[in-house]
């Protein structure tokens, strides 16, 4: 919804109201061709400092409202480039998808819904939520709004799902986590939305046991963690990184003690129209979203 602001400046008895529509920067020039049909030369040094001190305090507002509605940034760590998103569950929602209610998969990231229906909230940036067979369908636990579509996974196996430990991250009753897929069947949460994925990128402040800073393994990689205040992290390369370097990013320059691996290659993906971010090329299976609330 557009808000609609006016400055009213004082010249002699009468007071000129001005109209301005999502007020910037810019707003100053148009102020100061308004401002030169306002009357003499000191009524207008007046009316001048008036204005363009509002102008310059609906313009700081204006951009301070912009960063809120713009969760993503870039972030160089460690030489290497970086997509992060930070959401604050008092202020945003996140959703899991898989299927449309005909059953067939979402499979792309730009074919999610862009607002929450009968809520109005709009679609900031939605991500791949973790690993899928050829059938897009999850390996591990999908809870979606409450409900268990796909049951853990706590078989051995190869390929990085099966890098034990591997994880779960989860929401419940607005607060969310990640933690390992043993200590979450322990605890058994009344998740609204939980996807497991593997490995572990950092267990209680330590890194995975099985991650070597030599390693000359470089893949696209994404990932979530969860910091001490509660807020989500997000995070997606910009190129190859091994999972060490992923891992320090986390634990390190994200202060998240606990982080979760989501995928990476060609699925590690992210959909964000303020960044100009399409999505994915490849389908995907289970993808989560966030909203505004």
Not at 92 to 108: H, N, V
Not at 201 to 224: E, M, Q, Y
Not at 228 to 250: H, M, N
Request: charged letters at 20%; proline letters at 4%; hydrophobic letters at 40%.
């Amino acid at each position: 919804m557009t808000r609609r602001y006016k400055f009213c400046a004082f010249s002699g008895t009468a007071c000129f109201l001005i109209p301005v529509e999502q007020p910037t920067n810019s707003s100053r020039s148009s102020i100061l061709q308004i401002v030169n049909r306002l009357g003499s030369e000191q009524t207008r040094g007046i009316t001048t400092a008036i204005l363009l001190a509002a102008a310059t305090s609906l313009a700081a507002y204006n951009n301070s409202a912009l960063a809120e509605t713009r969760p993503c940034r870039s972030m160089e760590y460690e030489r290497s480039a970086y997509t992060i998103c930070e959401v604050d569950l008092r202020k945003q929602t996140i959703r899991l998808y898989w299927k449309r209610s005909d059953g067939t998969p979402y499979a792309y990231l730009s074919s999610l819904p862009r607002a929450l229906e009968g809520e109005g909230g709009r679609l900031l940036f939605a991500t791949n939520a973790g690993m899928f067979d050829p059938a897009l369908k999850p390996v591990g636990l999908y809870v979606e709004q409450g409900r268990e579509l796909v049951h853990a996974n706590t078989r051995s196996g190869y390929g990085n799902f099966h890098m034990k430990p591997n994880g779960v991250f989860y929401i419940s009753v607005g607060r969310a986590a990640v933690v390992e897929t043993g200590a979450f069947l322990k605890r058994r949460p009344q998740a609204d939305l939980a996807t497991q994925s593997g490995p572990m990128l950092v267990i209680n402040g330590h890194l995975h046991p099985r991650f070597d800073h030599r390693s000359t393994s470089f893949k696209a990689r994404n990932g979530v963690g969860v910091r001490a205040d509660g807020k989500v992290i997000f995070a997606i390369s910009q190129g190859e990184v091994s999972f060490d370097d992923f891992a320090r990013l986390f634990r390190d320059g994200l202060n998240c003690r606990d982080a979760l691996f989501l995928d990476g290659g060609t699925a590690a993906s992210l959909y964000a129209a303020s960044l100009n971010s399409r999505g994915n090329i490849l389908p995907l299976g289970p993808m989560l979203a966030v909203f505004e609330k």
